[in-house]
């Protein structure tokens, strides 16, 4: 495994690289169309890239967290889930537990952030926890786990803090070029050239300015697309159950509810792409992760049992000899037998159903809105908001007054 994220790594610096490269020359350009200087743009390119690095490094994950509008729980507050989370840590072998987080959000999604392992936070959505019951949280939990195990969290908050940066600096420069060219005025330098070359740099910078969002998102999603394989053949090795991450994927997929709060700089980090055409699931084919239907085969192919070699022959069966989606050297481990499905009727821990899952999350979600709870003597639970003036709040079923 060790091989495998080795050069993942590699593979994704060089990436890296190439999507700051983008940002370099599309710096460059940018010197030359508005200050008549490349290397002045240059310049500005590189601080930018630099301070862009340092943010994502230190506040990459905040940033994301804060987009995405999650909130740390603690496990008073889900002990099923602090537990599932755990199990996960355990198996794989992670050396300190991710904080865990909620997005209030009925879509069903979940993603990993955090610079390293030490400092590393999953969040799901209410509508995820809602939906998926023990099996298919594993699957998810540990899926998310293997992002954080395989070190793909930081560099994807790299890549999406980049591609930000870039689709931002293009989306400006566009529209500056625009009424430069409306309203006559020159922003190349004047020491003598002919209109002709400055038309020629003008008509590049344009492309470029157009082209280079582009080619950054293929490159993030050149990155994020093959560690999807790698992180669903881990969860599937620490589950030893594929049958669970295989499920919660088809439930994923078939939610038609658009996550509210992803955008195309983190779409990627998600478990399945968040974009929906309204109404309907989630597309098959997406540029950000690999085709849904194939993801959900491979792990319902694997049949002999959940080691990273028995993926590898899941993959090339699906893809009809195609090819290994996992180098030799991380087929090396040994056979991991698949396990059972866990239980509904477990004796120490009952497997909620529908309707006690929806409850747990729908209180969870009230406790997290600082809404207090009434219990009234007729069972009925009184929500009552933070911003109610009343000192007294009455029972809609029996009648009863209550103090607030």
């Not at 050069?7 to 940002?23: D, E, F, Y």
């Not at 599309?26 to 500005?44: A, C, H, K």
């Not at 930000?164 to 529209?175: D, N, P, Q």
């Not at 492309?207 to 050149?222: D, S, T, V």
Request: proline share 6%.
């Amino acid at each position: 495994m060790w091989e495998q994220i080795r050069s993942n790594q590699i593979r994704s610096m060089v990436l890296v690289v190439g999507m700051a490269a983008v940002l370099l020359v599309l710096g460059y350009f940018l010197g030359l169309v508005f200050f008549g200087s490349g290397t002045g743009g240059l310049i500005i390119a590189l601080v930018l890239w630099l301070v862009m690095n340092l943010v994502a490094y230190f506040q990459g994950d905040s940033i994301l967290l804060g987009i995405s509008k999650a909130r740390k729980i603690t496990r008073d507050d889900h002990p099923r889930l602090f537990n599932v989370v755990e199990e996960m840590k355990i198996a794989s072998g992670l050396e300190k537990m991710p904080d865990i987080y909620i997005i209030d959000d009925p879509a069903l999604n979940a993603f990993a952030a955090g610079r390293d392992p030490s400092r590393a936070s999953i969040a799901i959505t209410s509508g995820l926890l809602q939906k998926l019951n023990r099996d298919e949280l594993q699957g998810v939990i540990a899926h998310e786990i293997s992002h954080i195990k395989n070190r793909d969290v930081l560099l994807m908050s790299f890549c999406s803090v980049l591609l930000g940066s870039i689709v931002i600096l293009a989306w400006y420069a566009t529209h500056m070029l625009f009424f430069s060219a409306m309203y006559g005025g020159r922003r190349s330098s004047g020491r003598g050239g002919g209109g002709g070359g400055e038309a020629i740099v003008l008509l590049i910078g344009i492309l470029l300015m157009i082209l280079a969002p582009i080619i950054a998102q293929l490159i993030y999603f050149a990155i994020s697309r093959r560690r999807e394989y790698l992180a669903d053949a881990s969860g599937a090795l620490y589950t030893r159950y594929p049958e669970g991450l295989a499920s919660a994927l088809e439930k994923i997929a078939a939610s038609t509810t658009e996550l509210k709060t992803a955008n195309q700089a983190t779409a990627p980090m998600y478990i399945i792409n968040p974009f929906r055409q309204k109404g309907r699931p989630a597309a098959d084919l997406t540029s950000t992760h690999p085709p849904i239907s194939e993801r959900i085969r491979i792990l319902r192919s694997m049949a002999g049992g959940a080691s990273l070699a028995d993926y590898n022959a899941a993959y090339a069966r699906v893809h009809q000899g195609g090819g290994a989606i996992l180098p030799s050297p991380a087929l090396a481990a040994g056979a991991a037998p698949l396990r059972a499905p866990t239980p509904e009727s477990a004796p120490l821990e009952p497997e909620p159903g529908k309707v006690e899952r929806t409850r747990e999350v729908s209180d969870l979600m009230w406790r997290m809105n600082n809404y207090r709870t009434v219990n009234c003597a007729c069972g009925t639970k009184l929500k009552v908001p933070p911003n109610f003036k009343k000192s007294e709040v009455r029972c809609p079923h029996c009648g009863r007054i209550h103090p607030v």
